[in-house]
């Protein structure tokens, strides 16, 4: 296991409605990024969080927001759900922000919207 | 043209096959590049990373192509439990953007 943790691990919401995600990096990692993976499809960027500052960005809009906390676990907020946003999402921490540390997944919480 | 491109599949091969698996990127200036495993419903796992030189891991052997834009995955002696998804990521570029970008999958399924 990679000690990367997410709650909770499924989730129904209805459109319109807001959810929290919430996910704890590995022991001694202070960077998170956050993935939507829809089905049939490979894992997408929505944005990344290193030392409690936003760290680059996808292509995702403002109602998805995030924060990280000083023990580096971080959450994912999207307000305003919205059918398309029924996913699974992964969350995945790194030793650093370098660009080529190795990130490890979380098993994700798997968001329906209805 | 997507940024990162894979033969979705499915890869049926029998018990002992070598399979590859191809992947085209079309930013020239990326710097990284990476095969990750994916069960089903589970969390994608770092298979390998990828290194100018090419390189191996058991089964395993990864090669880059930086003419020609594109990374493959050998698999040798296919075992059962190779079964999964392989996903083909890049990193465009260097600098702060940090947003890996992902191919859509491989499928392989190994069958006895």
């Known amino acids: 296991e990679t000690g990367v943790t997410q709650s909770p691990t499924h989730l129904i919401k209805t459109r319109g409605q807001q959810v929290t995600l919430r996910c704890s990096s590995q022991s001694g990692h202070n960077t998170v990024s956050w993935y939507q993976q829809a089905l049939g499809q490979g894992p997408q960027f929505i944005f990344q969080y290193y030392r409690e500052e936003e760290n680059g960005r996808g292509n995702f809009p403002p109602r998805f927001s995030g924060l990280q906390f000083p023990n580096y676990s971080s959450e994912l907020n999207v307000n305003a759900l919205e059918l398309d946003d029924s996913a699974l999402y992964l969350c995945?921490?790194?030793?650093?922000?370098?660009?080529?540390?190795?990130?490890?997944f979380g098993p994700g919480t798997r968001l329906t919207v209805l | 043209r997507k940024e990162v491109e894979q033969d979705p599949g499915p890869f049926n091969v029998p018990e002992g096959a070598t399979v590859a698996f191809n992947c085209t990127y079309s930013?020239?200036?990326?710097?990284?590049f990476f095969w990750y495993r994916q069960d089903c419903r589970k969390e994608p796992k770092l298979l390998m990373s990828?290194?100018?030189?090419?390189n191996e891991d058991g089964r395993f052997t990864a090669q880059l192509n930086r003419a020609s834009q594109y990374i493959s995955l050998l698999i040798r002696d296919s075992k059962l439990s190779d079964s999964a998804t392989y996903l083909c990521?890049?990193?465009?570029?260097?600098?702060?953007?940090?947003?890996?970008?992902w191919g859509l999958g491989t499928s392989l399924a190994v069958n006895p």
């Open positions: 995945a921490s790194s030793k650093t922000s370098g660009a080529t540390d190795t990130q490890y």
């Open positions: 990828v290194y100018s030189s090419g």
């Open positions: 990521v890049v990193l465009p570029q260097a600098g702060n953007n940090r947003k890996l970008i």
């Open positions: 930013n020239s200036a990326s710097q990284s």
